[in-house]
């Protein structure tokens, strides 16, 4: 008999980061944190706080442009939604990262 081995690998690709990886939407040039449509928010790289927002992560609400969210009262009144936000396409965001789904994959060696 032929000896086997079975192996398990985990994959996940890394997030896209608006302002990082890929340029803000409309805008031309290098990606760059600070832009055009984030320009007045104050915007601080002190305090990370990721939102999702058409599949890319911004490194927070401010930097994805945000000025407005939706609360739960049942959560704390913790902002659900971000809104408003102009460095995105769909003009809202999501708190989190965006992630990537991970991939199982199963190699055997004989």
């Not at 890394?14 to 104050?42: H, Q």
């Amino acid at each position: 008999s032929t000896p086997f081995q079975a192996s398990l690998f985990l994959h996940c690709a890394p997030s896209t980061w608006g302002g990082v990886d890929v340029s803000y939407p409309n805008t031309l040039g290098e990606p760059t944190l600070d832009a055009v449509c984030n320009g007045g928010c104050g915007c601080t790289t002190a305090f990370p706080a990721p939102v999702c927002s058409d599949d890319v992560t911004y490194f927070s609400a401010c930097y994805a442009g945000c000025t407005g969210g939706d609360t739960h009262p049942d959560d704390n009144y913790t902002v659900t939604q971000y809104t408003n936000c102009t460095c995105t396409s769909s003009g809202h965001a999501t708190p989190g990262d965006c992630g990537t789904p991970c991939q199982t994959k199963l190699l055997i060696s004989l």
